[in-house]
């Protein structure tokens, strides 16, 4: 079974900092996902890396993806409060039938 | 924009009953999941449908069932509905970008 750990578990900062979540696992995945969740509904798409080494940016969020394509790292930089909410990691090994292995979150919280 | 329409987002129901959860969706997709999410325990696949009336188990089936008579609708059946199956219930679509999920249902089964 494949795992992904993300870290930290909760993180509450302050309106203007800056933040690194990191998401980790021992096997290879074909892309990794991070998505968004605000309290109450579904996660939503953010971004989708593929090769080993990209990085995207997003406005003020920055995505990497390791080279080994084992591991990837969100970056928001000067936090606002409407960044609050759960970020999950999902890795894709591949195949056809599109399963996702979700990491179990970070809870983030910008205070104003 | 695509849309994955899950039919209640909020349903209380007694131990024993059968429970239904309905998703339906707009998009033509082939591949259609039951996640449910608990705090501390993140996600967890249920059940996934690739094609009409083709299933396959996910990580935790065991109490659940499933049905895909059409391409657009994927139903989550509780055979018969046990307080640790009190949750919030994810439904997924995915073509190539990745997942697209409904708003959630939140059951609570007393």
């Known amino acids: 079974t494949q795992l992904l750990e993300q870290s930290p578990q909760f993180l509450s900062i302050q309106e203007g900092e800056n933040l690194t979540v990191y998401c980790n696992s021992s096997s290879v995945f074909s892309s990794l996902q991070w998505y968004r969740q605000e309290p109450g509904e579904g996660p939503v798409l953010l971004v989708t890396v593929v090769t080993g080494g990209e990085v995207k940016k997003l406005k003020r969020l920055t995505f990497q993806f390791g080279d080994a394509r084992k591991d990837s790292s969100l970056h928001i930089t000067a936090a606002q409060p409407g960044d609050t909410g759960l970020y999950l990691c999902?890795?894709?090994?591949?195949?056809?039938?599109?399963?996702?292995?979700f990491g179990k979150g970070t809870l983030l919280t910008v205070n104003p | 924009d695509v849309k994955v329409t899950q039919s209640s987002r909020y349903l209380v129901k007694r131990t024993g009953e059968k429970v239904f959860l309905e998703c339906v969706q707009d998009?033509?997709?082939?591949?259609m999941f039951w996640y449910r999410q608990d705090p501390g325990l993140g996600l967890r696949l249920i059940y996934f449908s690739y094609d009409v009336k083709m299933k396959e188990k996910g990580d935790i089936p065991e109490g659940y069932s499933v049905s895909r008579e059409k391409k657009e609708r994927f139903s989550l059946i509780l055979e018969s509905a046990s307080t640790n199956q009190t949750s919030m219930y994810l439904c997924?679509?995915?073509?190539?970008?990745?997942?697209?999920f409904g708003s959630g249902t939140r059951l609570t089964v007393v």
């Open positions: 998009m033509d997709h082939e591949n």
């Open positions: 999902a890795g894709d090994s591949g195949g056809s039938n599109y399963k996702l292995t």
């Open positions: 997924a679509t995915r073509e190539n970008y990745g997942y697209t």
